[in-house]
C-alpha cells in the first residue's frame, strides 16, 4: 500500500485538531473535528465551553490535564469509550490556549494517520534502534539511535535513508524480515555484522507488521538491538568454560538459563538444548525451590552488587531423579546497557558431604565404632570410640592412617594387605580380624569390617566400622579347650538329643541317647519311630503317639514325662524319662526337621513322690491341728485350714492364699513375729517354744493366740508351719485374776488403814469410858450419876457413830450397783425428817426442784450422798450468825445426768483444808464431834457410780458442794 502525498505535510500533520481558550475554556477552531474522539460542530466554536461538548467521563480527565500540563507544556492522556476502545492524545500548553492534538489514528476510520506525533511519543524513552518501512521499503520514519547504528555499520557520507538502502543491499535477511513482516508474521534474526572499524557487531531484529483499522498491513516496525557484549561472553564462556572441572551457569535477569558448560551438563545429565531458556530453578530440588528463587529475585533486583561474597548451597535434581549438593558463587554481569545476568559458579560437594555424612550415620548405626578413609587425600577421619578401642589419641589415627597395621603380626598385616586390595579392585565389602601389639594395651584382637565409597563407578574410599573382640577371642578359646567337655555335661546331665530330618525321613541320635538307652551296636543307631515306642511303658503309649501326631501334623511342641518300661529299667535303672521336641522351619516357612531332648528324670520323679508324700502328710497335720498357715519364704500363704478361717472370721468361700502372713497379726506384735520367724530359721536354740501375739480378725477386733512355728522343705523349697492356738478365754482369766488382785491389794491397803484408824478412833473414847469409871469408884452416886454418866453416855454415842459410819463404808465397796428410780424430793425429806433435832431450832431448809423429778441410780448409795451432805452442813453451822440456812436445788442436763447442789452459810472451810476434807478421819473443824468419815464415804459412793463432786468454800462465807451423777442403765 501507497501513502498519500497528504500523510508526509509537515505543516497537516502537525495542526491541532482543537484549540481551547484558557480563560473560560471556549472552543476557538480545530481541524477534522468530525474525525477527533467527540463530535465538535462550527456552531460549537465561540459560542460553546469545551467542557459543553465534552463527554461527562471524560471531563474530570481534561480538568486534570489542563492543570497538569501548565507546569509541563506538554502531556499525552489515555480516553477509553464506552465500548472500550482507546485513544491517546496530547495536550501541549501555549501562552493563552491549550491545543489538543490526536495520536492514535491507526484505531479511527481513517486511513491517514500522523507519524510524527505517533513517534515523538513511543520512541522518547528507548534506546533500542526502531524504524517504520512502507510497503515500498521505504523508511518513514526513524529514531536517533537507529541512525547511530547505521552510521556505525555504514560510515559512506550519505544520508540515513541511502545507508538503510545500502544495509538492505548487503544483508538478505534484513530484505526476508521486512517482506514476513509486511506479509503479517513477526520475525526475529541475530546477524554479525563487519563494521567500518573491522569489529564485529551482534544485532538482534525484531519485525513485526502495522495493522490499519481493516487489518491490512499498512508498514513494518524494525528494533533492533546491539547484542556484541552479550556475545562476546557467550564466546568466552564456550571456550573458557567447557573444558573446566567446575560447574559454570549464565542466567539471564529473568531467571532464565542462557549458557551453561559441559562439566555441568554431565553431572546433571542433560543435554544443553535442555537447559537453554528453562527457569533456572527450575532444576532446584523441590525442598529448597522457593527459598532459591527469592534469593537469586532479591540478587538481580540490586543494583549496586557485583559479587555475592556469602555463598549459598542447594541441590541440584540430576535426570535419575537423584541430587547433587553444590556450593554457589553469583557475579553479577552486564550483557548491554539494559540487561544483566548471574554468573553462577557450582562446585560439586557432594562426595565431602556423604563423606562427612557417612561418618556421622555410622556414629549412629553402629554400636561399634566409625571410621572413613579417602583415598586421593591419604586421611582418615575417626569417632572418638575408635581411639578408646586401640588406646591412642583421635587425632593421632587420622594422622597415621597405618597404624593397625604396622602395629599387628606380619601374618596378620599380609592378609589385611591383600583383603583391603581386593576391596579396592573388586568393589567388594570386608571383614576381617587383625591381631594388634600395641604398648599402651598390650595384645588386642580387633574386627575391621566395612564397605568401598563408590562416586561416578570409581573407589574413592572406604568406610566401617573397629570393633574390639579381644574378649570373645578369649571367650571362642576357652570354649574350643572346654568343647571336650561337652559330652561329659551331657552325660552328668542326663541329657540325650535327637533329630528327624524331614527331606530325609530319617532319625539321628546323640552318643548319649544311644548310650543311656544302652543302644551299643551301630545297627541301633538309625532308630525308627516303633523303636522309640519299644522303650514306653504300655499305661504311656496313647499319649505319647498323640503327641506325636500333634508334632507332626500340627507342629505342635512335645514336653511330655513317659514312664519306661521294665526291660529299659532293669538294663539301665532308669526309670521315667522326659521328652521334648519341636519344628524347625527354612526360611520359605516349611518344616525342615524336628529336634528334640531326652532327659533322664527319675531322681526327679523319685523327689516328687517323696514331695507328694510330704504334701500328703502336711496336709494331714494342717487339718489335724486347729489353727494352723503354711507361709513360703516370700511371706506369702501358701496353705491353711478351717480352723484358721474360723479363728479370724473368715467364710470358707474367702481364701487367704497369696496375701502376706504378718498382716494377719497386729501391727505392734508384727516385728516380733518377723524376728521369731527368723530366729527358728536359724536354728537359735534361745527362740522360745511359744510366744503370744495378737491377730487380727476379719472385723478388725484382735484376739489373742499361742503361735508356734517350724521349718520344713517341699520340693527344695523352704516353708514355714505356724499354729495359733487361740487363748482368748485364757487370756480373760488372766486379766480377771489380775483385776482381783488389783482389788485385793487395795483392799488389804484399805484394810490397813481401816485398821489403823478405827483402833486410833476407838482408843479415845474407851480410854475416857475407863478414866471416867475410875473417878466415879471414887466420887458420890449423886456426883456420878450428874456428871459421869452424861459423858460416859456421849463417848458411847461416838463409838456407835463411828461403827455405823465404819458399816456404811463397808457396805459401800461390797455391794453391787442396783440401778433404781427415785423421787428425789421425797428422799430428801425423808432424811430432813430423821435428823430435825440434830439440826438447831432456828436451821432453815429450802429445797429447789421440780416435785416430780425422778433420777435413775443405786438408792442405797444416793441416799449415803444425801444423808452425809446434808448432816455435814448441820454440823457445821456457823454460831455466830443470827441465821442459818441450806439451799438444796436439783436439776437434769441434757444428757439425764443429775446436778445436785447443796449451799449453806456455816463456817466455811479454808483453801489448804479444801484438798483434804475427803479423806478418812479428817475434820476440818477442832469444835466438830463428828467421825471424819462422812465427806470420804461421799467421794467413795460418787467414785462408784461414775460421778463427779465439786467444793467451793471460804472461811465464815459458807460452802457450796456440787455433785454430778450420771444416768444408769
Known amino acids: 500500500m501507497n501513502f498519500s502525498p497528504q500523510i508526509y505535510n509537515e505543516q497537516i500533520q502537525n495542526y491541532p485538531f482543537l484549540i481551547i481558550q484558557k480563560v473560560d475554556f471556549l472552543l476557538l477552531s480545530g481541524y477534522d473535528e468530525q474525525q477527533f474522539v467527540f463530535s465538535v460542530s462550527e456552531h460549537d466554536y465561540k459560542l460553546n465551553s469545551f467542557f459543553d461538548v465534552c463527554p461527562k467521563e471524560w471531563q474530570g480527565i ?7 500540563v501548565i507546569r509541563n507544556t506538554c502531556i499525552i492522556k489515555e480516553l477509553y469509550d464506552n465500548d472500550g476502545n482507546k485513544s491517546l492524545v496530547r495536550i501541549e500548553n501555549e501562552e493563552n490556549t491549550f491545543k489538543i492534538f490526536r495520536i492514535n489514528p491507526l484505531l479511527t476510520e481513517s486511513k491517514t494517520f ?16 526502531i524504524a517504520i518501512i512502507s510497503s515500498d521499503k521505504k523508511m518513514i520514519k526513524k529514531n536517533i539511535p537507529l541512525e547511530n547504528l547505521l552510521e556505525r555499520l555504514i ?42 572499524s573491522n569489529d564485529l ?3 538482534r531484529t525484531d519485525y513485526s507488521p502495522l495493522h490499519d483499522y481493516q487489518n491490512n498491513v499498512i508498514a513494518c516496525l524494525v528494533k533492533s538491538r546491539d547484542v556484541t557484549a552479550r556475545n562476546s561472553i557467550e564466546d568466552m564462556f564456550s571456550v573458557m568454560l567447557n573444558s573446566s572441572n567446575t560447574g559454570y551457569v549464565l542466567v539471564s535477569d529473568t531467571g532464565k538459563i542462557i549458557k551453561i558448560n559441559k562439566h555441568l551438563q554431565d553431572l546433571l545429565g542433560y543435554k544443553e538444548e535442555e537447559f537453554i531458556n528453562r527457569d533456572f530453578v527450575d532444576f532446584v530440588h523441590s525442598t529448597i525451590k522457593k527459598e532459591v528463587q527469592g534469593e537469586f529475585s532479591q540478587l538481580l533486583r540490586n543494583k549496586e552488587w557485583l559479587v555475592n561474597k556469602n555463598n549459598m548451597f542447594l541441590d541440584l535434581k540430576k535426570k535419575d531423579n537423584d541430587s547433587l549438593l553444590f556450593e554457589l558463587e553469583n557475579k553479577k554481569v552486564i550483557l548491554s546497557d539494559h540487561k544483566s545476568a548471574l554468573f553462577v559458579t557450582l562446585k560439586n560437594i557432594t562426595l565431602k558431604e556423604r563423606n562427612s555424612h557417612i561418618l556421622h550415620e555410622m556414629q549412629r548405626l553402629i554400636k561399634a565404632c566409625g571410621w572413613v578413609y579417602d583415598r586421593f587425600s591419604k586421611k582418615m577421619l575417626v569417632t572418638e570410640e575408635v581411639a578408646q578401642v586401640i588406646g591412642v589419641s583421635k587425632e593421632f589415627v587420622e594422622k597415621n592412617p597405618t597404624f593397625l597395621l604396622n602395629n599387628s603380626d606380619e601374618t596378620s598385616k599380609e592378609q589385611a594387605k591383600e583383603i583391603l586390595l581386593s576391596a579396592f579392585r573388586n568393589k567388594t565389602n570386608f571383614n576381617f580380624e587383625l591381631k594388634i601389639n600395641s604398648k599402651f594395651k598390650g595384645e588386642q584382637w580387633v574386627r575391621l569390617n566395612g564397605k568401598p565409597i563408590v562416586r561416578h563407578q570409581r573407589i574413592v574410599g572406604l568406610y566401617g566400622a573397629l570393633q574390639d573382640i579381644t574378649e570373645q577371642k578369649h571367650s571362642l578359646n576357652l570354649l574350643k579347650r572346654n568343647e571336650s567337655y561337652i559330652k561329659e555335661i551331657q552325660r552328668v546331665t542326663k541329657v540325650g538329643n535327637w533329630v528327624f530330618d524331614v527331606k530325609n525321613n530319617r532319625f539321628y541320635w546323640s552318643d548319649h541317647l544311644i548310650s543311656m538307652l544302652r543302644l551299643k551296636d551301630d545297627k541301633h543307631r538309625n532308630l525308627s519311630l516303633k523303636a522309640i515306642l519299644n522303650f514306653v511303658d504300655t499305661p504311656y503309649l496313647f499319649p505319647m503317639i498323640n503327641a506325636i501326631k500333634k508334632l507332626s501334623l500340627f507342629h505342635e511342641p512335645i514336653d511330655l514325662d513317659i514312664k519306661c518300661n521294665n526291660n529299659l529299667n532293669a538294663a539301665s535303672g532308669i526309670e521315667f524319662i522326659n521328652i521334648k521336641g519341636r519344628a524347625i522351619y527354612n526360611r520359605k516357612g516349611e518344616v525342615k526337621r524336628f529336634v528334640g531332648a531326652v532327659t533322664d528324670i527319675t531322681a526327679r520323679k523319685n523327689e516328687e513322690e517323696l514331695n507328694k508324700s510330704k504334701k500328703i502328710w502336711l496336709k494331714s497335720m494342717l487339718n489335724a491341728a486347729r489353727d494352723s498357715f503354711i507361709a513360703e519364704y516370700s511371706g506369702r500363704i501358701a496353705n491353711y485350714n478351717r480352723g484358721l478361717q474360723k479363728l479370724l472370721g473368715y467364710n470358707h468361700y474367702f481364701d487367704l492364699r497369696g496375701m502376706v502372713f504378718i498382716n494377719l497379726f497386729y501391727e505392734e506384735d508384727q516385728d516380733r513375729v518377723l524376728k521369731y520367724r527368723q530366729q527358728c530359721r536359724q536354728g537359735d536354740i534361745s527362740t522360745p517354744q511359744k510366744i503370744e501375739v495378737k491377730m487380727v480378725k476379719r472385723d478388725n477386733s484382735l484376739v489373742d493366740v499361742e503361735l508356734c512355728a517350724n521349718l520344713t522343705k517341699i520340693k527344695g523349697k523352704l516353708y514355714t508351719i505356724f499354729n495359733a492356738h487361740d487363748i482368748s478365754k485364757r487370756k480373760e482369766y488372766e486379766m480377771g485374776l489380775l483385776h482381783k488382785n488389783k482389788e485385793l491389794i487395795e483392799t488389804n491397803k484399805e484394810l490397813d488403814r481401816f485398821l489403823y484408824s478405827t483402833t486410833h478412833d476407838l482408843k479415845g473414847p474407851i480410854t475416857s469410858l ?3 469409871v475410875n473417878l466415879g469408884y471414887r466420887e458420890s452416886s449423886d456426883v456420878v450419876k450428874d456428871v459421869y454418866l452424861p459423858m460416859m453416855d456421849k463417848n458411847v454415842d461416838r463409838m456407835l457413830d463411828l ?21 428425789l424430793k421425797e428422799q430428801l425429806e425423808t432424811i430432813i425428817h430423821t435428823h430435825k433435832f440434830s439440826a438447831p431450832s432456828n436451821y432453815v431448809v429450802n429445797i429447789n426442784m421440780d416435785e416430780q423429778l425422778k433420777v435413775v441410780t443405786d438408792k ?42 447443796f449451799v449453806d452459810n456455816g463456817e466455811g472451810i479454808s483453801k489448804h483444808e479444801q484438798t483434804k476434807v475427803f479423806d478418812m478421819f479428817y475434820r476440818a473443824s477442832e469444835q466438830s ?41
Open 929 to 969: 464431834d463428828g467421825t471424819g468419815l462422812g465427806l470420804f464415804i461421799v467421794k467413795e459412793a460418787i467414785n462408784v457410780l461414775n460421778g463427779e463432786i465439786h467444793l467451793k468454800s471460804d472461811p465464815n462465807s459458807g460452802t457450796n458442794f456440787t455433785v454430778s451423777l450420771p444416768k444408769l442403765k
Open 201 to 203: 557487531v551482534f544485532i
Open 770 to 772: 475407863r478414866g471416867l
Open 803 to 823: 461403827i455405823s459410819d465404819f458399816g456404811e463404808y463397808l457396805r459401800n465397796n461390797r455391794k453391787n450397783i442396783v440401778p433404781e428410780e427415785i423421787t
Open 62 to 68: 481534561f480538568r486534570g490535564a489542563f492543570k497538569e
Open 860 to 901: 442405797y448409795r444416793f441416799r449415803s450422798i444425801l444423808t452425809n451432805l446434808y448432816t455435814n452442813a448441820i454440823k457445821y453451822y456457823d454460831r455466830e450468825k443470827d441465821k442459818h440456812y441450806l439451799d438444796i436445788t436439783a436439776s437434769l442436763d441434757d444428757n439425764e445426768s443429775l446436778i445436785l447442789s
Open 114 to 129: 500522523n507519524f510524527h506525533t505517533l513517534f515523538d511519543h513511543l520512541l522518547k524513552t528507548t534506546n533500542d534502534a
Open 155 to 196: 560510515r559512506k557520507p550519505i544520508s540515513s535513508n541511502n545507508r538503510f538502502e545500502e544495509l538492505l543491499n548487503k544483508s538478505k535477511r534484513v530484505n526476508t524480515g521486512i517482506n514476513k513482516a509486511l506479509n503479517g508474521e513477526k520475525y526475529q534474526t541475530e546477524v554479525t555484522y563487519l563494521s567500518e
